[in-house]
């Protein structure tokens, strides 16, 4: 699969943002798939109410294992729906900080070894539980409109990777 990074990889200060969004446990085999329901979901419920987001859609990952369960989440940048959230769509926060950034088009691995390897080379670390593989803020924000662009090798996605304070 081909491989363009567009924009970093870069550190860059972000403030805290409002979301709203559905999380879910799933095995790491089949996240994508869920990753595609879910957005599917979140459309359906804002087409439903009438919201158009103010931000693009995002994938979360709060807790990573490749061997096991993932506890992502599928959401947007926006609290314009916060009255209308439920028990399945929940109002959230991506919290404030230094993020490393890399934007790409292509292949995910590739991008995500790439920004991984690149932080610690600039002296820099994570804010994340290598013991939990918990994560304060993994996001992959989709730059492309999934709703309007259905080839995934076409969307943009933007990494974006909340680095530890104290490094």
């Known amino acids: 699969m081909a491989f363009d990074i567009l924009q970093g990889p870069l550190v860059e200060h972000r403030a805290s943002q409002p979301t709203l969004g559905i999380r879910v446990i799933t095995p790491f085999r089949g996240m994508l798939a869920v990753r595609d329901a879910l957005i599917s979901e979140l459309a359906g419920w804002l087409h439903a109410r009438r919201i158009e987001p103010r931000g693009p859609f995002f994938l979360r990952l709060h807790t990573i294992d490749m061997a096991g369960d993932m506890d992502i989440e599928v959401g947007v940048f926006d609290d314009h729906g916060a009255d209308d959230a439920d028990d399945r769509v929940r109002v959230g926060e991506a919290p404030a900080g230094d993020y490393g950034v890399l934007a790409y088009r292509g292949s995910s ?9 690149w932080v610690p080379e600039n002296d820099r670390g994570f804010d994340a539980d290598p013991a939990t593989g918990a994560w304060a803020g993994r996001f992959e924000i989709l ?12 969307w943009t996605i933007e990494l ?4 530890d304070p104290e490094s």
């Open 109 to 117: 691995m590739t991008a995500n070894k790439s920004l991984l390897a």
């Open 143 to 154: 730059r492309t409109d999934p709703r309007r662009e259905k080839r995934k090798t076409a």
């Open 160 to 163: 974006a990777f909340l680095l």
